[in-house]
T-cell receptor
Framework: ETGVTQTPRHLVMGMTNKKSLKCEQHLGHNAMYWYKQSAKKPLELMFVYSLEERVENNSVPSRFSPECPNSSHLFLHLHTLQPEDSALYLC?????????????FGEGSWLTVV | AQTVTQSQPEMSVQEAETVTLSCTYDTSESDYYLFWYKQPPSRQMILVIRQEAYKQQNATENRFSVNFQKAAKSFSLKISDSQLGDAAMYFCAYRSRETSGSRLTFGEGTQLTVNP
């Protein structure tokens, strides 16, 4: 079992749908992240939460809405997405956001927007 | 802004042989971390090794070692005695220690194939 668990692993949604990605970390960390991984592009940081407060929003369109109800759970709510939003979405966590702290990743949620 | 470049989209190595993956980065800072992450087919990103820029000694983790050349802004990963389980996408990443709230900046990755 990995320390960071993401569900669902695969999601296909239409452009008018509303869906959510869920992330749960079992490592006792207090910082959580959403990354987007598109084909042939470097990983892009989307959001950072520290102690359940959003500390960074990397110019992400409002059709992506994060939620962090507690330090162990992180959601990414999706609505009216575009086909170019199809990608692997990776959740991660760390103990604090200091640069030297190791970031642990989940296995990702594959999203296909049709 | 910092950038990370991996000039080898694909590499291959024979099992038990040694392979070196290249990474260069661009920064004006002097204090930072460098990382190599491995992403196997499961898609989970796994930290392989990290280097602190103020340490001259190259980091080593079992069969994995780095060649950190700070002046040249080069950070290559050497995998010795390659195993089939080493086959994965490898990402080089940079993180500043000087900027508050700094983020990991990743390269585009190198796909490593290990041939039996």
């Amino acid at each position: 079992e990995t320390g960071v668990t993401q569900t669902p692993r695969h999601l296909v949604m239409g452009m008018t749908n509303k869906k959510s990605l869920k992330c749960e970390q079992h490592l006792g960390h207090n910082a959580m992240y959403w990354y987007k991984q598109s084909a042939k592009k470097p990983l892009e940081l989307m959001f950072v939460y520290s102690l359940e407060e959003r500390v960074e929003n990397n110019s992400v369109p409002s059709r992506f809405s994060p939620e962090c109800p507690n330090s162990s759970h992180l959601f990414l709510h999706l609505h009216t997405l575009q086909p170019e939003d199809s990608a692997l979405y990776l959740c991660a966590s760390s103990q604090g956001t200091a640069p030297g702290n190791t970031i642990y990743f989940g296995e990702g949620s594959w999203l296909t927007v049709v | 802004a910092q950038t990370v470049t991996q000039s080898q989209p694909e590499m291959s190595v024979q099992e038990a042989e040694t392979v070196t993956l290249s990474c260069t980065y661009d920064t004006s800072e002097s204090d930072y971390y460098l990382f190599w992450y491995k992403q196997p087919p499961s898609r989970q990103m796994i930290l392989v090794i990290r280097q602190e820029a103020y340490k001259q000694q190259n980091a080593t983790e079992n069969r994995f070692s780095v060649n950190f050349q700070k002046a040249a802004k080069s950070f290559s990963l050497k995998i010795s005695d390659s195993q089939l389980g080493d086959a994965a996408m490898y990402f080089c990443a940079y993180r500043s220690r000087e900027t508050s709230g700094s983020r990991l900046t990743f390269g585009e990755g190198t796909q490593l194939t290990v041939n039996p």
